[in-house]
């Protein structure tokens, strides 16, 4: 059985850090495309990050500079080191498991405000 769980959200101020953290378990992690998304309400799913199995990263412009992807083989673990948030960021943020899988978290909310 697979479990994608996502930990690490919650309240910031503007100009603060978090750190969200995604557990894969019932997959073969070091073989997975693995990616951070977000959504805010009455809009689609949009692209944050994305990390390879070799370990090339992609990131969205709109949080390229301030965010870091990263993942640990080992933990089956990938992560989202967000720094300089801006209000703009305030979502819920989804883990994805992706090529040659396709399973999703249940989401973790990020919410920046002062």
């Known amino acids: 059985q697979v479990h994608i769980v996502e930990s690490g959200g919650g309240l910031v101020q503007p100009g603060g850090s978090l750190r969200l953290s995604c557990e894969a378990s019932?997959?073969?992690?070091?073989?997975?495309?693995m990616g951070w998304f977000r959504q805010t309400p009455g809009n689609e799913r949009e692209l944050v990050a994305t990390?390879?199995?070799?370990?090339?990263?992609s990131y969205a412009e709109a949080v390229k500079g301030r965010f870091a992807i990263s993942r640990d083989n080992y933990k089956n673990t990938v992560y989202l080191q967000m720094n300089n948030l801006k209000p703009e960021d305030t979502a819920v943020y989804y883990c994805?498991?992706?090529?040659?899988?396709?399973?999703w978290g249940q989401g973790s909310q990020v919410t920046v405000s002062s």
């Open positions: 990390i390879t199995s070799g370990g090339s990263r």
């Open positions: 994805n498991a992706g090529s040659p899988y396709s399973y």
């Open positions: 019932g997959i073969i992690f070091r073989l997975a495309v």
